[in-house]
């Protein structure tokens, strides 16, 4: 079992959508949570972090943590072509590493 | 202020060689991470470097090893290199060790091919 698991994709949501993103974890240590997202042929950008259960919004972007079903996710509101991309979820683990599942493919269609 | 430096951006070796890549983290950032990102893998944590000192390895073998400097600037040396070594090689720098809170900045990273 992968210690941070993701859905490879892809996800297809239609353009002004929620797009929800979801990854599950094992390591009931980890401490925190990243969401990053990658363009193809660029390198990961940080779009949030949380660490507290419940949601924490950023803009469009809402990220929510249930440690007690060991389970992230990402929404992102009115889904823009330019979210089209992969997200990454990471968590910091008990062990002092940040652990990246390996991807949700978005595509968002007009 | 200026980002995350990598160089070289792309390098090709054989089967064999060794190879080092350099990364400049962002000024006043103390903390280096390193990953190795492939199709099939993803992103893997290789190691971190924080105050010249190595703070945590990811699982790869020892042909593995990197170093930080006194200005924060980290090298990575892969040795024996393997076809399976081809990889994007990334670089990430953060304020201060420890990823629990803090964000990191990922470099352009280092395309790496093994023939």
């Not at chain 1, 924490?56 to 992102?76: H, M, P």
Request: aromatic share 12%.
């Amino acid at each position: 079992q992968k210690e941070v698991e993701q859905n490879s994709g892809p996800l297809s949501v239609p353009e002004g959508a929620i797009a929800s993103l979801n990854c599950t974890y094992s390591d009931r240590g980890s401490q925190s949570f990243f969401w990053y997202r990658q363009y193809s042929g660029k390198s990961p950008e940080l779009i949030m972090f949380i660490y507290s259960n419940g949601d924490k919004e950023d803009g469009r972007f809402t990220a929510q943590l249930n440690k007690a079903s060991q389970y992230v996710s990402l929404l992102i509101r009115d889904s823009q072509p330019s979210d089209s991309a992969t997200y990454l979820c990471a968590g910091y683990s008990s062990a002092s590493k940040i652990i990246f599942g390996s991807g949700t493919r978005l595509s968002i269609r007009p | 202020k200026a980002g995350v430096t990598q160089t070289p951006r792309y390098l090709i070796k054989t089967r064999g060689q060794q190879v080092t890549l350099s990364c400049s983290p962002i000024s006043g950032h103390r903390s280096v991470s390193w990953y190795q990102q492939t199709p099939g893998q993803g992103l893997q944590f290789l190691f971190e470097y924080f105050s010249e000192t190595q703070r945590n390895k990811g699982n790869f073998p020892g042909r593995f090893s990197g170093r930080q400097f006194s200005n924060s600037r980290s090298e990575m040396n892969v040795s024996t290199l393997e076809l399976g070594d081809s990889a994007l090689y990334l670089c990430a720098s953060s304020p201060v060790a420890g990823g629990a809170v803090n964000e990191q900045f990922f470099g352009p990273g280092t395309r790496l091919t093994v023939l």
